[in-house]
């Protein structure tokens, strides 16, 4: 196992989490020298607030433990590709390096709808996508197969 998937797999803990509270399995760790100083997965339906993604908890989380909003020195390791609201978090808080798990072809602003990165703001975040991907989209198309037959009232059917 590579040191990116060891780390993805942390983030994919994380959207575990997420998972075991009916939310949308996102999960994403900040990584300073190989070790994890902020963690997060998705909390947008339990708290009601559209900021409440995985990655702005990781950051948020670093932030504190680390004195400051300067990330310059750290990773961020999400299961999938941030939106534009994450893209920017990550461009602000001047995280060195991205690496995400599958790709997000709705809202995907690394790559797949559109690359913030690539625009002209004063910092441009590394980023490394695919790793792990087949494990985090299967979180994901699992989590939303059984919200739809929760919704349809079909109880233990494939």
Known sequence: MTEEERLMRLAIEQAKKAYEIDEVPIGAVVVKDGEVVGAGFNK?????????????AAIDEACKNLG??????CDLYVT?????????????????KVVYGCEDYKAGSVKSVINLFDLPYNHKPEYIS?????ECSSLLTNFFKE???KKSGIKNAD
Do not use: D
């Open 44 to 56: 947008r339906e339990t708290g009601k607030n559209a900021l409440y993604h995985a990655e702005l």
């Open 68 to 73: 400051g909003w300067r990330l310059w020195q």
């Open 80 to 96: 999938l590709e941030p939106c534009p609201m994450c893209a920017g978090a990550i461009i602000n808080s001047r995280l060195k």
């Open 130 to 134: 695919g790793v792990l991907a087949e």
């Open 147 to 149: 919200l739809r037959k």
